[in-house]
Nanobody, 122 residues
Framework: QVQLVESGGGLVQAGGSLRLSCAAS????????MSWFRQAPGKEREFVTA???????TYAESVKGRFTISRDSAKNTVYLQMNGLKPEDTAVYYC????????????????WGQGTQVTVSS
């Protein structure tokens, strides 16, 4: 069973930066498609970014150029570096993993973390 634990959320001013971490157990991040999603109050969960086990990166247009996904295989951890944060980035951020890329694209990864709150003040 795959378990994902996010950390690193918090309150930051607009223009600031945060780095979220997602520690994985039960499967190696190097052999799993890893992703981040977010859900803002009153809105549906949306895709943020993903990194395939083959090294393919993909980003939502709204975060492209500001957010970066990466992985540390030695720590079995995936990161989301968020720069230039905007109030509209405020959301609960979820780490997600899947054995198939198709489920990442469909927004239905097999495994989810519990989420971490990111709040960006104006």
């Amino acid at each position: 069973q795959v378990q994902l634990v996010e950390s690193g959320g918090g309150l930051v001013q607009a223009g600031g930066s945060l780095r979220l971490s997602c520690a994985a157990s039960g499967r190696t991040v190097a052999s799993t498609h890893m992703s981040w999603f977010r859900q803002a109050p009153g809105k549906e969960r949306e895709f943020v970014t993903a990194l395939s086990w083959t090294g393919v990166y993909t980003y939502a247009e709204s975060v492209k150029g500001r957010f970066t996904i990466s992985r540390d295989s030695a720590k079995n951890t995936v990161y989301l570096q968020m720069n230039g944060l905007k109030p509209e980035d405020t959301a609960v951020y979820y780490c997600a993993a899947s054995e198939t890329w198709r489920t990442i694209v469909a927004g239905t990864p097999h495994y989810w973390g519990q989420g971490t709150q990111v709040t960006v003040s104006s």
